[in-house]
């Protein structure tokens, strides 16, 4: 602690740097629009970090990266019609913890589905249709 620390005091703390640059934003794009069942969690800044964005898909696929500020964040979830959460209150989600773990997800694809099986209805039927 410097003496000027003391000058300071009350105030945030503001990490270095400007902000995001073009590629950062790029990525958070990318990641929102190339991903499916995406939720934004708003990280505040500490005195080491900036700001941050943590985006996970819903396999728990998750990508985080530098924002501006929390209008910003705001901006780009509603852009792509994503709800944006503070994990401090809500909590990250558990398939975050999978997916970082290579446990399976919990999502169930069409292909995991057991095949459709259809059953004829009887000639005494009276919603089977005659004419054929």
């Not at 503001?14 to 069942?37: C, I, M, N, V």
């Not at 996970?56 to 792509?80: F, I, P």
Request: proline share 10%; glycine share 6%; net charge negative.
């Amino acid at each position: 602690m410097s003496i000027f620390d003391w000058f300071r005091k009350g105030k945030e703390p503001t990490p270095s740097g400007g902000g995001p640059s073009a590629k950062t934003l790029a990525d958070l794009k990318e990641f929102l629009s190339t991903r499916d069942g995406v939720e934004a969690y708003i990280e505040p800044p500490t005195s080491v970090y900036a700001m941050t964005l943590c985006l996970v898909a819903a396999d728990g696929e998750h990508l985080r990266r530098a924002v501006k500020n929390l209008d910003q964040a705001q901006r780009l979830c509603d852009e792509h019609g994503v709800p944006m959460y503070d994990p401090r209150k809500v909590g990250y989600p558990d398939r975050m913890k999978r997916y970082a773990k290579g446990s399976p997800s919990d999502v169930v694809q069409l292909e995991d589905l057991p095949p459709l099986e259809t059953t004829e209805s009887e000639p005494n039927d009276p919603t089977r249709d005659d004419d054929t």
